[in-house]
Nanobody
Framework: VQLQASGGGLVQAGGSLRLSCAVS????????MGWYRQAPGKQRELVAQ???????KYADSVKGRFTISRDNAENTVPLEINNLKPEDTAVYYC???????????????WGQGTLVTVSS
């Protein structure tokens, strides 16, 4: 599975971005799709996940501001980001998981990241 993240950029605090993860195969076959991020000097952390049944899970820090979805027709996983904060600055990665239970997946694939920079 190949994943291609795009949509990052420089934005002012309070602004919005739409990230997209293009997937090389039919995403209806993928148990869990996710977005993670890694800020400078910090560990990679979960941002949002969505299951094949469209159940979603969000990090507390992004609830109400980030929305993950699945576009099965386009094989993409968008991440809508609103009310951006400087602490959202990070490289954002998309992730595909197989063999999952309770959002924990036995096999995972990662794409390259896309940089989001939020200025104050």
């Amino acid at each position: 599975v190949q994943l291609q993240a795009s949509g990052g950029g420089l934005v002012q605090a309070g602004g919005s971005l739409r990230l997209s993860c293009a997937v090389s195969e039919s995403i209806w076959r993928i148990d869990v799709m996710g977005w993670y991020r890694q800020a400078p000097g910090k560990q990679r952390e979960l941002v949002a996940q969505i299951t094949s049944g469209d159940e979603t899970k969000y990090a507390d820090s992004v609830k109400g501001r980030f929305t993950i979805s699945r576009d099965n027709a386009e094989n993409t996983v968008p991440l809508e980001i609103n009310n951006l904060k400087p602490e959202d600055t990070a490289v954002y990665y998309c992730n595909a998981g197989f063999g999952c239970a309770h959002y924990e997946c036995f096999t995972q694939y990662w794409g390259q990241g896309t940089l989001v920079t939020v200025s104050s």
